[in-house]
């Protein structure tokens, strides 16, 4: 009996220890797997973040950019506005050139009237002045190929002293301010 025993509590011991070996490796099988599952957590949440990161600063790019878009807009609004600020006031006032030049085209023999002309023309020499001095050009017309961006046909004619397509006659002065036409000349083409 005492060698049943023993046997009896070998098995039992070597039971237990099977038990304990399997419950220690189920136990690091267990740890290992908890392991990998946390760091596939942490990946995750690490992607997580990075993908939030990326798109956070992707946008901080774009508002960046269409900062700085509205900035070069606006500035160019400004260089534009400065640019062409006189542009209402010279509109208004080339009526008055006009007359100016309608009225200094008068032919007279009267030294009243000479003297009135001269001080016309000296007031006309000025506005003048004042126009250029605010950007204003005169538009070129007479003898040029006819531009319709510079120009207004309002007649055609067949001159045989002219290269076809070119202004013969100037009705109207046109003028420029910088780069933008104000008033196109009023002119006579050749077919």
């Known amino acids: 009996m005492a060698n049943e025993k023993d046997t009896l509590q070998e098995e039992v011991i070597e039971e237990v ?19 990998i599952d946390e760091s596939t957590d942490a990946l995750k949440k690490v992607s997580e973040l990075e993908a939030a990161i990326e798109e956070k600063e992707n ?12 900035r070069r807009r606006v500035r160019l609004d400004q260089e534009a506005a400065s640019k062409y600020r006189a542009q209402n006031l010279v509109s ?10 309608r009225a200094l085209k008068v032919d007279t023999e009267d030294e009243k009237m ?9 007031v006309y020499r000025q506005l003048v002045e004042a126009v250029k001095n605010e950007g204003v050009e005169v538009i070129e017309a007479v003898g040029q190929v006819f531009d319709p961006h510079l120009h207004q046909a309002v007649m ?27 008033r196109p000349s009023m002119v006579k083409v050749n077919q």
């Open 156 to 182: 055609q004619v067949e001159d045989s002293n002219f290269e076809p397509n070119t202004v013969v006659e100037e009705f109207q002065k046109g003028y420029k301010l910088y780069d933008r036409v104000i």
């Open 59 to 70: 946008k901080i790019l774009r508002l960046q950019a269409d900062f700085d878009n509205y």
């Open 17 to 35: 220890l099977e038990s304990e070996e399997d419950l220690s490796n189920e136990l690091h099988n267990d740890v290992d797997q908890l392991e």
């Open 114 to 122: 000479k003297s009135l002309l001269q001080g016309m023309e000296m």
């Open 92 to 101: 208004d006032i080339l009526p008055a050139l006009d007359n100016f030049e």
